[in-house]
């Protein structure tokens, strides 16, 4: 019994010392490659610059930190796309913003980075759910949870640290259930210090693989109702996606 509790714990802290220690490697050989690569620069909320170097660093360490683990298909595609969506907005967004917007675009014949998101993300987690579960409907919901995580840490990566920290207090509890949960724990871990003392931003790229991570443990560890609950949370931050972003903004960290 000892001795499978060890594995069980040394299998977790592998997965967690990866994705920590990837997202290092990563981080500071961007900052030292790249430096002040106006590209690679934004404005934050307060008005000062900050880089974007820990959206791509959060999203590798987080992909090869799931690579020790079970269900590593359904991490790997899930957080790939939700990178590859976010930092096309990076790159490409307007100030348009909800769904409502985005689809009015694209009824127009207008794709935009918010569409690509939407649809991207979307069908990745459905992908992802699809692999974790065998149930049709079990299927759908871990779909639901995977993409609607991701949306949800972006919309509270509003301020310094917060999305970070809402994924290092969310994963936390998952470490019970599954070695999964530990990639976004360590990949967050690895850029929480930098984040708060507003060096860099995660930007939608790393928001969303983050939340892609979290979503993806969320759904292998939870059975039927689990799904259902963390759904029905997902889907309700979404629709009130502007007061969940308000809250978090207005949140002491």
Not at 123 to 147: H, N, Q, T, W, Y
Not at 183 to 208: I, N, Q, Y
């Amino acid at each position: 019994m000892i001795e499978k509790c060890s594995r069980v714990i040394g299998g977790r802290l592998a997965v967690l010392g990866i994705a920590a220690g990837v997202t290092r490697v990563v981080y500071a050989g961007m900052r030292r490659q790249r430096g002040s690569d106006e590209r690679w620069q934004r404005q934050n909320h307060a008005g000062r610059t900050v880089d974007l170097y820990a959206g791509p660093a959060v999203t590798v360490g987080a992909l090869l930190g799931a690579m020790p683990a079970e269900r590593r298909g359904a991490a790997a595609l899930a957080v790939l796309t939700a990178g590859a969506c976010g930092a096309y907005d990076d790159r490409y967004g307007d100030d348009r913003r909800g769904f409502r917007a985005h689809l009015g675009a694209l009824r127009g014949g207008e794709v935009t980075s918010g569409a690509v998101k939407l649809l991207g993300i979307g069908a990745a987690g459905l992908a992802a759910g699809a692999l974790l579960k065998e149930r049709p409907l079990d299927k759908v919901l871990a779909g639901v949870v995977i993409a609607g995580t991701a949306h949800a840490v972006n919309l509270v990566d509003v301020r310094p640290g917060r999305a970070v920290l809402a994924v290092l207090g969310l994963a936390a509890p998952g470490l019970l259930r599954g070695p999964l949960a530990a990639a976004p724990m360590g990949a967050a871990a690895a850029v929480v210090a930098d984040d708060l003392g507003e060096r860099t931003m995660l930007g939608d790229a790393g928001a969303h693989a983050l939340g892609a991570a979290l979503g993806t443990a969320m759904a292998a560890g939870s059975g039927r109702v689990g799904l259902a609950v963390h759904a029905a949370a997902v889907v309700m931050a979404a629709v009130y996606g502007d007061e969940v972003s308000r809250c978090a903004a207005d949140s002491p960290m």
